[in-house]
């Protein structure tokens, strides 16, 4: 009789466990407990540190979601579950890499075009010449020295010369010829201002009685060429910010989606590129947050 009352009482407490939800035994794995039907009643709370198995399936790692748009700008955000935000970050990577393939493509044909002018139509023998003439030392007191002079002192194929001289001082070369005055001696073109006739370069002996129309024509080229190039310089910097912004942007949507804020991504800053009518004027990255 006490044996079958204290099984009684044994039974009475595994049964009662039972009830409240705690199991007959520990589970092996909480965090991958399946809930019975009593605990995910709305008014059953659930334990601390216990989740379901669909919980964790829907969260999205920060690091990934950093990773794939430091990568592709808007692929963090298509991971984490924010396709808008996602849409504006590659739509300003299509746009910005358009503009610098646009303008790098444009400043390398103009360059490509005014050193075949220059190659044509200014002589490095004949610049030579005026320097070491005694009309040289009329003209300036100081003269720059001709970067790769060496290499083209003889004439002949510039551009085939000019391949042994390092990349800086080719740039400097295309450079110098049209930026500084005293390399007019080198254009074919020089004449005399008031008459008009043509000149020897050992005849030069002042800037304000002589002029090149090809020298003014190839500095309008050279600067178009350099205006492009630095546009693509500045639209290649906007790419790298975009990579960075939409990395950061990327791992807080995956936090708020994975702390259950996914709600609040749509309040957040968000960032537009802003084209303005005028192409002197330069694009723009805006940031704004909507109230609404």
């Known amino acids: 009789m006490h044996r079958t009352g204290m099984a009684a009482l044994v039974a009475a407490v595994l049964l009662s466990k039972a009830w409240a939800g705690e199991g007959l035994l520990p589970p092996a794995n909480p965090v991958l407990q ?25 969260e999205k790692s920060p ?22 935000r996602a849409v504006g970050f590659a739509t300003v990577e299509a746009v910005a890499l358009g503009l610098y393939f646009t303008w790098k493509g444009k400043g390398d044909d103009i ?20 320097r070491t003439s005694t009309r040289a030392s009329r003209f300036s007191s100081i003269t720059h020295a001709l970067p790769c002079s060496s290499a083209v002192a003889g004439g002949g194929d510039i551009k085939a010369n000019l391949k042994d001289c390092s990349g800086r001082e080719i740039q400097q070369y295309y450079e110098l010829i049209g930026k500084y005055n005293q390399y007019i001696a080198g254009w074919d073109d020089v004449v005399r201002r008031e008459s008009g006739s043509p000149v020897q370069p050992t005849d030069i002996d ?87």
């Open 63 to 84: 690091r990934r979601a950093f990773l794939l748009s430091a990568l592709l700008p808007g692929a963090g955000e298509f991971y984490a579950g924010a396709p808008k």
């Open 111 to 130: 360059e490509t075009e005014f050193r075949a002018v220059a190659n044509d139509s200014w002589d490095p023998v004949a610049y030579l010449e005026w």
């Open 206 to 292: 002042s800037v304000e009685s002589f002029s090149s129309q090809k020298r003014l024509a190839y500095e309008v080229q050279r600067d178009d060429s350099n205006k492009n190039l630095k546009r693509a310089s500045s639209i290649l910097g906007l790419v790298l910010v975009n990579h960075a912004l939409s990395a950061i942007d990327a791992a807080r949507a995956a936090r708020l989606r994975a702390g259950g804020k996914g709600a609040a991504l749509e309040e957040r800053v968000r960032l537009t590129l802003v084209l303005p009518p005028e192409r002197q004027r330069p694009a723009m990255l805006v940031a704004y947050k909507p109230f609404y």
């Open 34 to 58: 399946i809930w019975p039907a009593l605990s995910a009643a709305k008014d059953t709370p659930k334990p601390k540190g216990m989740t379901s198995v669909r919980a964790r399936a829907d």
